[in-house]
């Protein structure tokens, strides 16, 4: 297996791999110089200790078994180092009850090479990683100096200084970098000379020394086996030699070929080079603004927007460009590069363009017109500026990155209310609290690959489903858990304490959202991307208040049941409002009432809605009949005296009790004499005989609780 070493060409660049892979070098010469002092401290203790020779050795040749446990990140399991030291420890369990051990050869042959490997080898890389570091300080603050020069001509001056200053800073970071690096290389081929030259002295000591050992140490087994040993740490040392003539003649060509990179703005005397305008792949560091809005309070409600720059290292992948900080490592889980989306290339309308700043050179921003966003970022130099704006529009010509679903024209996102306005169609179905507690509150998050559209399809054919709906902006505070569920008491208590416990952190940042109410349950929606946030289900908000002197606060309890356990758990929610609370907690009480008698209208027994409605259709005709009998008793009590003697010569029937007509009078008057010819007890039961399942499809039913 070959020597892992750390790559020089990367040193310059300083990428967020390169630190990752530095890192387990620096762990791994952390561990080496621990493992070590403990070799030195047991040969030590032989040198002092005569009488506890045997221990002493015991404990050597345990420390040189404890090898293969200590899980150097860039030993393998089964390496020949591994294999020769328990090899070792085996014959030093042999020694140690008949050895005795002289000074003066313990310090030639084993204590000299382990002193100065720990000495000038290990202490070497302790110091050049400190130097390490402060070079690395030295070169950002240097760089953020740089980069902060405004574009005025009057600052010349001040930008020649700051340019020859991160020349030299620059330098000297490639530099302490490369000798750091170099001194990381050669101490994983001194490991295996360093530890494996005390041992073989300590035999040596032994054999010269002691001729009673002779059965113990003079075997030819042992002879063989340690001119092997010899001949490899010979063979390690010319590798060694041979590498370090090959990286001494490598530190001065990269030197060299990186020297029109020291400085961030080529010099007038130096070859122009023309940006790589065909690019579809690159990396580097770049500095990102980022913003953050602050809430000035009074009536207005200002919000103040503070801008920050922070350098980030930037890579395209699969048409995605990504964003990583330095210090961030591949993950050990997933052994995937660590970092974040910062944009899809492959959204319609992307475009990568330069930009104007007040108060920054070579800055180029991206658009995203679907996601309503510009990316502003700033490149070191104006070939550096032209290679990413090129990079970024060749790959969105290409859109070489395919999602996992099929590509074609999206469906263009209904239109949602962004204030609040109600949405309530007397028409619809409604649905159930018990159907609208089906689904628990999880948010919907997937940043790489996630559609909006989706999302809004989705919210609409809920929302048509609903009979009522409105929607209102609201700002989450926080949410605690409670005893109970329910208390106007406990929610403002629960309000108190969040506010005070927001002052007492100084978290002043709010997220925003859209709280949609409808007859079918609650929901939040992100109101820049309409995806869905969470869901409460109607059925598990138990009680809702509004604070008496704040206006704008409120909550509600939410009631959750984990699986497989016995008894509920309770949370207020606390959320902040641009209008009055009290229309907020109104809608939840109107949706919540809505979808109460919904579920009861649908627990009703098959057939008494039929009943009902036929019912109320008979008293319908009865309360007709009723008013057309009185209109005619009143015509009568108004006639003429004159008609009244008319009136007494009327035909009547022979039991007087019906009235008869004549052709004329039957022409004349039509409907309505006939109508009042009618008896009572024909005219209800021709009132039952008429159809009354027409009248259910255009009427609705009143559920029994509001009757």
């Known amino acids: 297996m ?39 401290n047991c040969c030590q203790r032989i040198m002092k200790a005569q009488n506890e020779l045997c221990a002493a050795t015991q404990s050597l040749s345990q420390h040189l078994r404890d090898f293969e446990i200590q899980k150097f990140p860039l030993e393998s399991d089964d390496s020949v180092l591994s294999s020769t030291l328990k090899q070792f420890s085996s014959y030093l369990d042999d020694v140690s009850s008949i050895q005795q051990v002289l000074s003066a050869q313990f310090s030639e042959t084993m204590m000299y090479p382990l002193s100065r490997f720990l000495q000038a080898d290990l202490e070497e890389v302790t110091t050049l990683c400190e130097m390490y570091q402060i070079a690395s300080n030295e070169h950002d603050s240097a760089m953020n100096r740089y980069m902060r020069l405004p574009k005025k001509k009057e600052s010349e001056r001040q930008k020649s200084e700051y340019n020859e200053e991160l020349y030299l800073m620059r330098k000297k970071f490639h530099q302490t970098s490369l000798h750091y690096y170099s001194s990381l290389n050669a101490l994983q081929y001194k490991r295996k000379c360093s530890l494996l030259e005390p041992v073989m002295g300590y035999l040596h000591a ?58 961030a703005e080529p010099m007038v005397d130096m070859p122009y080079i023309p940006p790589n305008t065909t690019l579809t792949q690159k990396a580097g560091y770049l500095y990102v603004r980022r913003g953050k809005h602050f809430h000035v309070p009074g009536p207005i ?115 949602r209310t962004s204030s609040s306005s109600s949405m309530s169609k007397p028409g619809s179905g409604s649905v159930s609290p018990d159907q609208a507690s089906i689904s628990s509150p999880e948010p919907r998050i997937n940043p790489f690959d996630q559609s909006a559209n989706e999302v809004l399809d989705t919210l609409d054919s809920a929302i048509d489903n609903s009979t009522f709906v409105e929607s209102f902006v ?46 079918e349950a609650m929901r939040l929606i992100d109101p820049a991307t309409n995806t869905l946030r969470t869901t409460f289900a109607l059925a598990d908000i138990s009680f809702w208040a509004a604070h008496p002197e704040n206006t704008r606060l409120f909550g509600f309890i939410t009631r959750t049941k984990p699986p497989g356990a016995t008894n509920s758990t309770f949370s207020c929610h606390v959320f902040e409002c641009n209008i009055s609370a009290e229309e907020i907690c109104q809608a939840i009480g109107t949706a919540t ?105 255009t009427e609705d039913v009143e559920p029994e609780s509001e009757a």
């Open 206 to 263: 032994q054999r010269a020394f002691f001729q009673m050992g002779q059965d113990a140490v003079g075997k030819k087994e042992i002879e063989d086996f340690l001119n092997n040993i010899s001949t490899s740490v010979q063979g390690v040392q010319q590798e060694l030699q041979t590498e370090t003539k090959k990286t001494v003649e490598l530190i001065d060509s990269l030197e060299q070929q990186s020297a029109h990179l020291y400085h």
């Open 2 to 40: 070959g020597i892992e070493k750390l790559h020089l060409e990367d040193a310059l660049e300083d990428s967020p791999q390169t630190r990752s892979l530095l890192s387990v070098f620096e762990k791994d010469a952390m561990t080496l110089k621990k493992y070590t002092t403990g070799l030195h």
């Open 301 to 415: 409600g200002k919000q103040l927007i503070a801008t920050k720059w922070e350098r980030c290292f930037f890579f395209t992948v699969g048409g995605n460009l990504m964003s990583q900080a330095r210090d961030e490592v591949i993950s050990t889980n997933t052994k995937k590069l660590a970092g974040s989306l910062v944009l899809d290339l492959n959204e319609p309308g992307v475009l990568a363009e330069p930009h104007e700043s007040d108060d920054r050179r070579f800055v180029f921003q991206i658009v995203s017109p679907k996601n309503k966003r510009n990316v502003v970022l700033q490149a070191e130099n104006e070939r550096e500026k032209d290679e990413w704006i090129c990079t970024l529009n060749n790959i969105v010509r290409e859109s070489g990155y395919v999602k996992g679903k099929g590509g074609g024209p999206q469906a263009k996102p209904k239109e």
């Open 474 to 519: 609201v700002r989450f505070l926080g949410s605690m858990e409670v005893t109970t569920d329910r208390g106007e008491k406990l929610v403002h208590e629960t309000m108190r304490q969040i506010m005070a416990a927001r002052a007492i952190h100084n978290v002043f940042k709010m997220t925003e959202s859209r709280l949609v109410v409808s007859s």
């Open 593 to 697: 009432k809505l979808a109460f008698q919904a579920l009861m209208q649908r627990k009703l027994p098959p057939g008494v809605g039929k009943e009902k409605k036929a019912m109320e259709k008979i008293q319908q005709v009865k309360t007709r009949e009723k008013n057309i009998l009185l209109q005619n008793i009143q015509q009568l009590e108004d006639a003429p005296e004159d008609e009244e003697d008319s009136l007494h010569n009327l035909p009547l029937s022979p039991d007087g009790k019906y009235l008869v007509l004549t052709a004329a009078d039957e022409s004349e008057d039509g409907m309505e004499s006939g109508d009042l010819s009618q008896p009572m007890e024909k005219l209800t039961v021709e009132s039952m005989q008429q159809p009354i399942s027409d009248s259910f499809d």
